[in-house]
Every structure is written in structure tokens, then in C-alpha cells.
């Protein structure tokens, strides 16, 4: 009998029942954001998440997006045309080269616009979740900022319940799981909930303090990631509305490889899902040369789709 045949409870054979809708971002480097949506459609994905950052264009070395107060009335309506084949679309809010807690103002208010305005193209574009990457602090301590932070993210979900969007913060900033887990409580608005994302436990103070370098490849190592996993799972429980998977390098920690290392347990992780009831979908994170995202995409969710069977 094989491991995942003896991890195969009932709690899993009903959440594999449950077949989660499967999606994939538009982060494919070098390709135009109509040629991304176009894969993830031919590969057959229920839900796409897409970047309102960047640009349509393709751009050698980097993923498309847009920014949606640049884009003319016949792109919104194109992408938009391409997108209705999709069961649900879901986006990434801006992160890069942003600062919403600065201390300059007009640093600070380019932040929160440039935020603002892709959640306004989220709800244009039909997204029912917008993933908020939560920003690191580099000086202050996070008990120093806290409050700040908590109204910050507040807000934002303020406006987003205003367009019909949810807000789910990722997975990776506070460095703590109980910071973390108290941020998601504390903030309390019913449109606000999580990502999380399967490759950013190692962020954490809990695990990254107790494992060293050359011990992250062991199995202990392995478990003890996956077990940080399910715990925030356990814990935030209906207040996850959103994941990221893919897989991680056992020798570095860095994520979003293609689903060849069996790092993370999924089968653990589906049974973990089915037990707090989670109701949103699995998207794909997957980095690679863009002559290898077909294949890798499509493997991925062979794999994640028929795990079971």
C-alpha cells in the first residue's frame, strides 16, 4: 500500500469529491496578456487570475498585465470579451515598487491609488477575489505599525465590498503565523479573508527559526513546512478564501516550480481543505521558460485534478 493510499480517509475521498475549480495566472513571461488568457483557456481552467500591473504587451522576462486607467475603451472590452469563458476570474493586486506606509506622502498616496485603481479593473473585469501581497516592514517592528496596517488593509476592503470584490491577503508578511492569523481576525470585515500560498511558510519566525539551511531537505524539514501549512489552514478555517499552489525546491525553499518535487502534500493539504469547508478554487503559481508553461500548466493539472484517482 502506498503512502497517499493510506492517507486516503474518508475526510479525503470527500474532498476529493468536492474537485475544487482549477485556475492559473496569466504570468507567463514574454507572452501578451491575449496570448496568456489563450492558454489558460485551451488548457481547459475554470478560473484565471490576472495582473492588473504592468502591461498587455509582450515584454521579454516579464509577465503581462495592464493598469487599467491606461487601457483604451477597445482593450477593456477585448479582454473582457476574452475572459467570459471562465467560471471565475480572480486578480492580483499591484505589490512591485509600492509603499503605502511611507512616511513621504505622495509616495504613500501613488501607493494607495495605483491599489485603488486595480481593484476598480478587478470589479470591471468580473473578479470575484483580488489577492492583496501584503507589504514587509524593513525598519519597524510590526507591533509598531500594526495599527496603521490593520486600517490600511481595512479600507481596502471597504471599497472592495462597495465594487462585489473580496479581498484576501497573502500569505507572507506578518513573519509570524499568530500575527498573521490575529491580522485576518482583527481586521473583522466580513469581504476580507486569506491566500494562502503554498511556498511562503519558510517566511515564517515559527518554522525558518527551528530549521537551518542545510537541514531543509530532510524530511522532518519537509513535514514541518506542510504542518505550518494546515495550521494556518486550521486556524483562519472559512476565512481562507483563496490559494496559490505549485510546488518547492527541497534544497532552497523557493516555490513556485512546477509540480515535480512532491514537496507539498497535497494530499494532506486537500484533506485539510475539505475539513474546514473551503470554498474557493486552486490556482495555479508556476514559473518556468515560456516555451515550457504549456506543458508544465497542463501537467499541473493533470496531476492536481486526478491525484486520487
Known sequence: MTRRQLLFTPALAAAARRRWPLGANTAVQGYSLSQAI??????????????PMGRPQPTPKVFPGFQFDQLTALEKREI?????????????LPYTGLNWLSARVEEKQHAVK???????????????????????????TWKARQDEYTEA???WAGKAAKLGVRIAVETGFPHSVDDF???????????????????????????ASRIPAEARSLPASVQAYNETTNT????????????????????????HKPLVHNFVDYPRLYETLGRIGYK????????????????????ARRKLRNWFS
Do not use: C
Request: no cysteine.
Open 232 to 255: 494556518i489552514l486550521s486556524r483562519l478555517g472559512r476565512k481562507v478564501f483563496h490559494l496559490h499552489v505549485h510546488d518547492i525546491d527541497p534544497e532552497t525553499w523557493v516555490e
Open 280 to 299: 474557493g478554487a486552486l490556482v495555479l503559481e508556476i514559473g518556468g521558460p515560456p516555451e515550457q508553461m504549456p506543458a508544465h500548466l497542463k501537467e
Open 153 to 155: 488593509i481595512a479600507r
Open 38 to 51: 489563450s492558454l489558460i483557456g485551451e488548457l481547459e481552467f475554470e478560473v484565471i487570475e490576472i495582473h
Open 80 to 92: 473582457r470579451t476574452q475572459l467570459k469563458p471562465f467560471k471565475t476570474v480572480t486578480t492580483h
Open 181 to 207: 492569523v490575529s491580522l485576518i481576525q482583527t481586521v473583522g470585515h466580513g469581504n476580507l479573508g486569506a491566500t494562502i500560498d503554498v511556498g511562503h511558510q519558510g517566511r515564517f519566525v515559527e518554522l
Open 114 to 140: 495605483t491599489i485603488d485603481t486595480a481593484l476598480e479593473g478587478s470589479a470591471y473585469f468580473g473578479a470575484t477575489t483580488a489577492v492583496l501581497h501584503p507589504q514587509p516592514l524593513t525598519q519597524e
